[in-house]
């Protein structure tokens, strides 16, 4: 299985880009999804997570400017981000908890990451 994310680029302070990501390859089910971020320098921080029965967890720096939802019968999940700041500037990536099979075990799978870049 893999993540395939797409949606980023570059953007102006106060605009919105919409991310989002899917997995290839055989599925049997997806518990919790999300988004995370790392800029230059930076450890690998938690946007936003989405669990199996849609319950969210926002970063408080992104609260009220970013929604998370996914669409299981398509097993994508998603990322819309308005009033982007350039201090949102980062390459994110998706995260999925996925069981491939009927026997298979749950296993944590990670996106290649997708870079946005917010202009002051």
């Known amino acids: 299985v893999q993540l395939q994310a797409s949606g980023g680029g570059l953007v102006q302070a106060g605009g919105s880009l919409r991310l989002s990501c899917a997995p290839s390859?055989?599925?049997?089910?997806?518990?919790?999804m999300g988004w995370y971020r790392q800029a230059p320098g930076s450890q690998r921080d938690m946007v936003a997570v989405?669990?199996?029965?849609?319950?969210?967890n926002y970063a408080d720096s992104v609260k009220g400017r970013f929604t998370i939802s996914r669409d299981s019968a398509k097993n994508t999940v998603y990322l819309q981000m308005n009033s982007l700041k350039p201090e949102d500037t980062a390459v994110y990536s998706c995260?999925?908890?996925?069981?491939?099979?009927?026997?298979?075990?749950?296993?944590?799978?990670w996106g290649q990451g997708t870079q946005v870049t917010v202009s002051s």
């Open positions: 995260y999925m908890q996925i069981k491939p099979s009927f026997y298979g075990r749950l296993n944590d799978y």
């Open positions: 989405i669990t199996i029965s849609h319950s969210t």
């Open positions: 390859g055989s599925v049997f089910g997806i518990t919790n």
